[in-house]
């Protein structure tokens, strides 16, 4: 999958959670949580949302590494292809 | 033959609008149905009846007035259906079809009387939301100058509505409850380690949040300490006897709601889990229940998402107790002579001093702890 469907898909399921946010200003290396106001109960919806589109399950332990945008793209980018 | 009335749904509620009946004269209704839908300050909920029986009379119509606390609305009668014949009653005048509808947007639209069923809804499932009631009203709403009115209460914005609904709790609290705080450092090693554990083996849609340890653990050291799970009405100590713990919800865009997660000490880690992915959501969506808003008998905040060590917590009157939680984040950890980092949660306790002491707090939250250490039989 290319790297604009998948940016697509996050923006998406990111604006169910937060509608007001405008991903224009969102820096692609800014932490996304703090940037967007997500809280660990929105963020694992967000998980299970991306699970459902995209049909990758991230583990717990992997939290750690999706703090950006381009991380997240980053990450599952390597894990359709 | 019993009453059922306008109910207060918090200690800053004096009227509410009954916004719609979601039964009719001759229903069947039984202890715990939702029969009603109230609108208050703070949203639209649901309300439940008490008693079972029969909807026996409809004394109040849907409509846009505020109706005082502890005014009857309708009569349920014992009994079953088939042999309970309804009280005659005037016709009641046509209950409008029930449409999905936010709460703001309702209320807008009954501020400019916008006929609902000239509506489209826009949002998810046709629901009617907010844009759709200012686009009917011409797009005008935002411009509008706020009018002085002789209800200074009168709000046109749900987040105001909920931000006077805080402040009202929140006066009236730091005005008569003496507070006092405790704060304990809880090596939460074994329950992280635990956790992880579980989670490795679960779906994404199974896995746990790490507050359900604290929030179960805390309903357990309710059991120790009852008093703290209690009301304290006209100078007295009333204990509650089912553990039903407010959570604080934020709202986004502002605001928070303390809705109550019934019989904690009950539930399995896995039911918490579920129940309160299901408050969350319907705190954030607008379709609370009535005794959600007042069965707590304590309320649990956490601020960790935010980096927030340690929280001072306010009570919500007329609770006797509030519990915060902070980050949970590594720390020196000085333990048998040895110093080792550590997993830590600052867990405090606001308590009302006239309710009981510190001594009390301190076992509290030292049974929180003691219940952390032993995470498999939370």
Redesign the interface.
Known sequence: MIEAEIRTTIINELTQI???ADFEELSPTENI?EEL?I???DF?NF??SL?DKLGV?????DYEKLISMDDLIGYLQERID | MADFIMPSLGADMTTGILVNWLVEVGDQVKHGDSIAEVETAKGLFEVEVFNAGVVDQILVQPGSEEIAVGTVLATIAEGDAADVAPTPTPAPTKIAERRQISPVAHRLAAENHIDLSQIEGTGSQGVICLADIERAIGGTVREKVPHLSAEPKKTTDFKAGVRQAIAAAMSLSNREIPHYYLATDIDMSRSLRWL?EQ??QR???E?L???VLPLKAVALALGKVPELNAYWVDGELQLKQAVDIGFAI?L??GGLMTPALHNVDQLSLDQLMTA??DL?TRTRSGKLRGSEMTDAGMTVTGLG?LGVRTVYGVIYPPQVALVGLGKIAEQPWAEEGALSVRPVLTATLAADHRAGDGHQGGQFLDALNHFLQEPENL
């Open positions: 937060a509608p007001e949580r106001d809280d660990s109960f694992l998980l299970i699970d399950e991230i583990p717990e332990s | 992880e989670n490795r779906s994404i849609r896995r949040l790490p507050v934020t986004r865009g309160l992915s969350i998402d």
